[in-house]
């Protein structure tokens, strides 16, 4: 599975912390997005099943703008079907908003509190795509959430069923 990171200015901490959490937490191959800060890459694990990519931003910069890295991130989610991303902004409602634009993203919103949500977005909708208000939930929330989102299977059913009439839905 993949793992795509993104977000804006305001997530920027905070998603540089989630990074490394990651890449301990899962123990699995890193590397900053081709064509972001020259593309570092760190495939010293060969064998791990997850790979995380990060689509930026890469440095703090307060005049960023949330499209330029979280729509490249979300066509490449529709492209890997297999893969998941997870954007880190200050609210996630902007983020939401025009990744979920695009056929075949299902992206859910997370501001703290209970995993419940995410745990049903998952489950009941397939989201493939997780954001999270930075401003709002705290990072200890934020690895919840993440895990949740991660280790939360679809349970497909009548669910698939109801997905299959949104299909159709959305630009590519």
Known sequence: MKIYLSGDHAGFKLKEKIKSWLRNEYGKNFYNSPGWAGGL????????????EDFGPLEYNEKDD?????IPMAREIVKNKNSKGIIIAGSG???SIATNKL????AG???????????TGRAHDNINILCLGSRFASEKEAKKAIKSFLETPFNKGRHSRRLNKLKHLGSK
């Open 93 to 95: 409602q902007g983020e």
């Open 109 to 119: 919103l997370y501001h703290g509190g209970s995993t419940k949500i995410v745990k």
């Open 66 to 70: 949330y499209p330029d890295f979280v």
């Open 103 to 106: 056929k075949g993203i299902r």
């Open 41 to 52: 890459r760190d495939n010293s694990r060969k064998n791990s099943s997850i790979e995380i």
